[in-house]
């Protein structure tokens, strides 16, 4: 008789086992589809956009200054700020274009 106890006590700590590591996939699985997912599409879709950049094109930095693009080189850009004034950025530093960014800038105030 103890020995069924026993038994039946390891089979169901067998069972917990599995449902403890089912649990963890499942959480795996929902951290890849709602966080990891969405940020590779944004950083594939910004990717995209850089290598995309032409010469005459408007584009926002990093550090929020606007301007159009005058050159295109290998690593960095040269950007036409005003008029006569241009300074070399880094291609890594750069987003989509001006007018994109007051959208969704005015985008972001509405929703306040």
């Known amino acids: ?13 067998g069972a917990n086992g599995l449902m403890n590591i089912g649990l963890i996939v499942v959480l795996v699985l929902v951290f890849y589809f709602f966080m990891i997912r ?4 944004r950083q594939k879709e910004i990717r ?3 290598e995309g950049v ?21 690593t960095t850009f040269l950007l ?18 001006a007018e994109q960014a007051q959208t969704d800038a005015e985008a972001q105030q509405d929703q306040k």
């Open 1 to 13: 008789m103890l020995n069924f106890i026993l038994l039946e006590a390891e089979a169901q700590q």
């Open 38 to 41: 969405p940020q590779s599409k």
């Open 48 to 50: 995209k956009f850089r």
């Open 54 to 74: 032409q010469k005459g094109d408007s584009v926002v930095t990093a550090g929020g200054i606007y301007g159009r693009v005058k050159a295109v080189n290998d």
């Open 80 to 97: 036409e700020v005003a008029n006569g004034v241009t300074i070399k950025i880094d291609k890594n530093s750069v987003y989509p274009s």
